[in-house]
């Protein structure tokens, strides 16, 4: 479910994850490596990857989560669980397609309600004058 998540998991050398991480973005992280680690990498969309490996502590009795870092920001296993809970990528982006959409059609909207308001006046003063007329 990971690797369809666009992530991967590898379980790597403690000593080797420090060196790798030391200096680079993760840096927070690095002194979190001791007993047995895996890493867990996410490419596109961190959400995605979140939910994943949290429906997997969820069905795991040994898995467990340590630690994370998004952006090079260290994150608790309690905030990586509030991550998974958030819209994925592309229904976000829905949302927000719809909101930029709503705009346009609201002003569209309020003109053409200001012209039909405008055209009832003008219509009601040609019927007037036609009666007056006759």
Request: aromatic content about 6%; proline content about 3%.
């Given at each position: 479910?990971?690797?369809?998540?666009?992530?991967?998991?590898?379980?790597?050398?403690n000593t080797?994850?420090?060196?790798?991480?030391?200096?680079?973005?993760?840096?927070?992280?690095?002194?979190?490596?001791?007993?047995?680690?895996?890493?867990?990498?996410?490419?596109?969309?961190?959400?995605?990857?979140?939910?994943?490996?949290?429906?997997?502590?969820?069905?795991?009795?040994?898995?467990?989560?340590r630690c994370?870092?998004?952006?090079?920001?260290?994150?608790?296993?309690?905030?990586?669980?509030?991550?998974?809970?958030?819209?994925?990528?592309?229904?976000?982006?829905?949302?927000?397609?719809?909101?930029?959409n709503a705009?346009?059609?609201?002003?569209?909207?309020?003109?053409?309600?200001?012209?039909?308001?405008?055209?009832?006046?003008?219509?009601?003063?040609?019927?007037?004058?036609?009666?007056?007329?006759?």
């Amino acid at each position: 479910s990971l690797r369809n998540a666009g992530g991967e998991y590898h379980v790597v050398k403690n000593t080797l994850a420090r060196i790798a991480l030391t200096g680079g973005t993760h840096d927070a992280i690095k002194d979190k490596f001791h007993e047995n680690c895996g890493v867990a990498l996410g490419f596109d969309d961190p959400v995605a990857v979140a939910k994943a490996l949290s429906d997997f502590v969820k069905q795991s009795k040994l898995f467990s989560l340590r630690c994370a870092s998004l952006d090079g920001k260290e994150m608790t296993p309690d905030q990586v669980d509030a991550l998974a809970k958030l819209p994925g990528r592309e229904q976000l982006l829905g949302q927000l397609l719809g909101t930029m959409n709503a705009v346009p059609t609201n002003f569209v909207s309020l003109f053409a309600n200001v012209l039909r308001g405008l055209l009832y006046a003008l219509k009601a003063i040609e019927e007037q004058k036609g009666k007056a007329a006759a």
